[in-house]
Structure formats: C-alpha cells, structure tokens
C-alpha cells in the first residue's frame, strides 16, 4: 500500500510498504476514506519529538472502512464506517475504565522510555514515535487498529466524511480545553492560537455558554476565520496580549485562558519567546513556553489555565508564583478521545457544528509531503489538510 513516512526533519515521502495485518484478535484493518494532518504531526516534521525511525508511518486522523476483523472483535463487522481516536485504549485497565483513555496503561508495549522521561507512560497513540508505542499511522491507504473493539465510532448515515474526521482528535480536543474551563454564564475565555484546535476551541466554548472568546494568533485568515465564529480577535505582533485583556475585562482577566499553541509558539512574539528559542538551540531547555506564561498572566484569580497545546520536557521560567497566590487552577491532557465522541457525533448530527469548516486543502496522499509544508509555513491560507487516500 501507499503511505506518508518519515526520514526527518522536514522529510516526508510517500512510498509503498507492506500492507498492515491482524496481530491481535481485537483488531481491525480499516480501509482509509479520509485522513488529516495535525498540528502535532508538526513537531514530528520539525524533528523535536524524539524517538522516530526512518520509515515510520505518519498520520492519527484517521477514517474509513472496516475491511477485516479479528476474531476476538464483536463490536465491528466488515463494511462498518468509523472514525479511529488518535489514542490508543484496551477499555478494560485502570484508566481506561474511569474514562482517562489517553492514560491507558496497556497500549504502550514499551513503557519503559516514557517512564524515564515523563514518571509514567501514557497511552500508545497511531503514529507517533517509538516512546508512545511505535504504532503505525493513518496517512497511508489501510490501517490496523489494536483494540478496535475499544476506540473506532461508527458513523451514522447521511454524515460525510469531512463532517466527522476531526472527531479523531482536533474536534474533541478543542471541546476538552472549553470543557476544562468549567464555563459560566457571562465568562469570557481567552484562547492562544487560531489553528484547528484554537478553532475547534473557540466554537466549543460558545457551545458550553461562554459570552465572550477572545482569539490571539497574527495569522490574518486564520484571524479572520475566528472572527467568523464570533471570536474578538487579538493579533499578538501589533497588540500587548496582556494590556488587551485586561482593557477587555475591567482589568480583571480572563475567566479561563486556553493554550492552543503549545511547545512551537512563534519566537518573534516577544523576548521571552526569543530567549525559549535560544535555550532550545543550545541544549539549555526542551521547550518554548511563552504562551503558557502569558496565559497565566492574563487569568484572572481563581480562574482556569487550560492547557492543550503540546509540551514535551521540563519547562523553564513558568509563573508558579502568580498561579499559587492568585489561586489558579491548571488542567491539561492528551485527550482521552473516545470520552467525547458519542457526545460530540451527537452534536454533529444534530447541526449544531459541522467540523469541515476548517479544511482549506485537500489532496491525495501523494500530495502529502507537498502539503506537510504548505501548513507548516501557513502558506496559501491554509489552515487544515484532508487527505483522500
Ligand atoms: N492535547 C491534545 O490531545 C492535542 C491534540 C491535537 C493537537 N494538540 C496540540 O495543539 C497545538 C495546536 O495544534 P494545531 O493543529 O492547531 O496547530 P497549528 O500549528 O496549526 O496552530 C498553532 C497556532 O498557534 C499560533 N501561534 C504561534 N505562536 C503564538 C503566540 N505566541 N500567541 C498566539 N498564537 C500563536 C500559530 O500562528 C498557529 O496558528 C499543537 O501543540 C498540537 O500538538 C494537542
Ligand atoms: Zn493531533
Ligand atoms: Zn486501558
């Protein structure tokens, strides 16, 4: 079959491998309609998420078609459309079963390299690095799903592909960090970054009753697409983020304050953002938190720090004093996927957000290294990719 690998750093390449086979009798081999890249398959390109090998298989958006079962597997039959959550869950150990999927303590087969780094591993995730599994993505024509009977949702008839893909990961993702917020009436929530998941966010936090969404980025369509969902828009090269919010809020903060950026936020936005880059490029840190400084900054006391964006290691120069005086609290997670979905397919099914108004480009998957740097460099408005294998 035809799939995305990696070699490195900004190399991708579509390529024939070997067809996916049933391993274990809960799985299923799924023939891909429609699949995505995400902004963390970007920390994958830029080559900062360590232990990928040459070849792996990229991509965890992921759809399609059942094609084949095991034998163990009583939940889908050949024909079955699903969507495939990017993380990977047995349903039965400790976490699973309290709905923290992406805390499964069974997916990843080799914990040990998690453990070192993080204290404990979290789940296997499709194609993402050797430290959380090894397991193969879904840019590529066929998928195998490891505990398929766990993870997949089937799509009602009359949805198209487009309207449920994001159900994999951006779509439940920016809901968890609305949902994080705990949202009351009249709050206003301050979300960094218009990428997908700033997106998904921004429409998320109207759906659970928020007032007023404030969206920081400098990118001018993806600015523009949050203005459309009713977002109050703040470009962070012309505007000080933190005097903004305050104007905004009586010179109290924001409710709650979203981290849609994560460890690559855009070090021309301020020195600390330079200085994070400096640290990174000469071994002195692992990532670049200036937006979660400045999140912390800009919540008001006794609100919520919401965290999505990706992080990695050890963070330098984080506000801890500002957050335990002023009573902050903080939540965060790889999201446990498929504690959102038959929540969310509801919501899709009954009209009140259609998902596909994000993808900007769309190609097959020999597009796919094209495309990797077209969103990479946010060029030619593009904003999200959906790949049509
Ligand atoms: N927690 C999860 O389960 C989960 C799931 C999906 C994605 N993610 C993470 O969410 C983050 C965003 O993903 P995405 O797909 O939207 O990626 P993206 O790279 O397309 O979007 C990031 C956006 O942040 C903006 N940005 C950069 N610096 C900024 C700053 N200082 N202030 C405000 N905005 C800034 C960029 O211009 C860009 O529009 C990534 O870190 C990704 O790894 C997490
Ligand atoms: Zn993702
Ligand atoms: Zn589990």
């Known amino acids: 079959m035809k799939a995305l690998t990696w070699h490195g750093k900004h190399d991708i390449r579509c390529e024939s491998v070997p067809d996916p086979q049933i391993e274990e009798g809960r799985d299923a081999i ?24 040459s070849g792996d298989i990229m991509g965890h958006e992921t759809m399609g078609e059942v094609v084949e079962v095991g034998k163990d597997n009583k939940k889908l039959k050949v024909g079955d ?64 799903v490891p505990y398929a009977d766990v993870g997949p949702i089937k799509v009602p008839e009359g949805l198209t592909d487009e309207q449920v893909l994001f159900l994999s990961d951006i779509f ?113 840190g692992t990532d670049r938190p200036h937006v979660l400084r400045q999140a912390i900054h800009c919540c008001r006391n006794f609100g919520t720090v919401s965290i999505v964006g990706v992080y990695g290691g050890f963070l330098d120069k984080i506000p801890m004093g500002s957050a335990i005086n002023r009573g902050l609290t903080f939540k965060m997670a790889q999201t446990p996927v498929q504690h959102y979905l038959p929540i969310l397919m509801d919501r899709i099914q009954n009209g009140e957000i259609d998902p596909s108004f994000i993808i900007t480009h769309t190609g097959s998957l020999e597009d796919g290294p094209d495309l990797y740097k077209t969103f990479l460099e946010k060029k030619d408005g593009c904003i999200k990719v959906a790949l049509k294998p």
């Open 81 to 144: 459309r699903v969507v495939v959550p990017f993380t990977i869950s047995c349903g039965e150990c400790f976490f699973c079963k309290r709905g923290f999927f992406s805390g499964c303590e069974r997916s990843n087969p080799d914990p040990s390299k998690a453990k070192k780094l993080w204290g404990s591993s979290p789940a296997g995730l499709f194609g993402y690095t050797h430290l959380l599994g090894g397991y193969s993505g879904g840019q590529a024509e066929y998928l195998r």
């Open 172 to 284: 439940p993702t920016g809901y968890m960090a609305a949902d994080f917020c705990n949202i009351q009436p009249g709050d206003t929530i301050a979300i960094w970054g218009c990428g997908p998941v700033g997106q998904m966010a921004i429409k998320s936090a109207f759906i659970l009753g928020a007032e007023r969404v404030i969206a920081i980025d400098t990118v001018p369509e993806r600015l523009a697409l949050a203005e459309r969902s009713g977002a109050i828009t703040l470009d962070y090269m012309d505007k000080d983020i933190y005097d903004r919010i305050m104007e905004l809020t009586n010179g109290r903060g924001a409710d709650a304050c979203i981290d849609a950026v994560g460890t690559e936020s855009d070090p021309s936005a301020s020195w600390d953002a330079r200085l994070d880059r400096i640290k990174v490029a000469t071994f002195m």
């Open 30 to 53: 799924i023939k891909v309609t429609a699949c995505a890249i995400c902004g963390s398959d970007l920390h994958l390109y830029n080559g900062i998420m360590p232990d990928m090998h």
